[in-house]
């Protein structure tokens, strides 16, 4: 079972330089996250798509866009990458109920010089 | 605004005794779920036990419970026979019940080491 799985899982790039971020999910969920993990704090929501053909800021969404290309897949975007953008990013998918736990993806550590 | 408290940056544990792992919230709805996921070092965020607020009876799973505390706003952790494998970063978090409250609110973790 794949779940969650996100390309790629480490990516170093220039100030300025653009990239994608790829999530899939094998689960059949209708919703689907970006979440960006910072040293000495916990997750925060970048962006959320509820369901296909939707998406939503979350609470960092700045610097970021975002593609629910099909129900199993949920890209988010770095147009002009900038230093403060390093991170690690996580990808969870979930159902479409508010009571349905969201599961991760592995994460993709991104350094921005 | 919820917020999510760890107030334990770090805690460590002997192997095959038990630890308890503190969380605290806060929050002015009275319908919301709350979670522990584990980090370990590979990364991936690990789902270990959920609780439903407007459930009395703490959750368990295996080693793993909760003492959850709804009037106190607490929602702690205990691992019965720690084993090595435990290990990890823990993040307790938050979700509203409410539609539209898509994002977890998470702590800022709990590193756990495990002494053999």
């Known amino acids: 079972n794949a779940g969650v799985t996100q390309t790629p899982k480490f990516q170093v790039l220039k100030t300025g330089q653009s990239m994608t971020l790829q999530c899939a999910q094998d689960?059949?969920?209708?919703?689907m996250y970006w979440y960006r993990q910072d040293p000495g704090m916990g997750l925060r929501l970048i962006y959320y798509?509820?369901?296909?053909?939707?998406?939503d800021k979350g609470e960092v969404p700045n610097g970021y866009n975002v593609s629910r290309l099909n129900k199993r897949e949920f890209s988010l975007r770095l147009e002009s990458a900038a230093p403060s953008q390093t991170s690690v990013y996580f990808c969870?998918?979930?159902?479409?109920?508010?009571?349905?736990?969201?599961?991760f993806g592995p994460g993709t550590r991104l350094t921005v010089l | 605004a919820q917020t999510v408290t760890q107030s334990q940056p770090e805690m460590s544990v002997q192997e095959a005794e038990t630890v308890t792992l503190s969380c605290t919230y806060d929050?002015?709805?009275?319908?919301?779920?709350l979670f522990w996921y584990k980090q370990p070092p590979s990364r991936q965020m690990i789902l270990v036990i959920r609780?439903?607020?407007?459930?009395?009876q703490n959750a368990t799973e295996n080693r793993f419970s909760v003492n959850f505390q709804k009037a106190a706003k607490s929602f702690s952790l205990k691992i019965s026979d720690s084993q090595l494998g435990d290990a990890a970063m823990y993040f307790c978090?938050?979700?509203?019940?409410?539609?539209?409250?898509?994002?977890?609110?998470f702590g800022k973790g709990t590193k756990l080491t495990v002494n053999p």
């Open positions: 798509s509820a369901s296909e053909g939707t998406t």
């Open positions: 969870a998918s979930s159902g479409s109920f508010v009571a349905d736990t969201q599961y």
């Open positions: 689960m059949n969920h209708n919703s």
């Open positions: 609780q439903e607020a407007y459930k009395q």
């Open positions: 929050t002015s709805e009275s319908d919301y779920y």
């Open positions: 978090a938050y979700r509203s019940a409410r539609g539209g409250s898509e994002k977890l609110v």
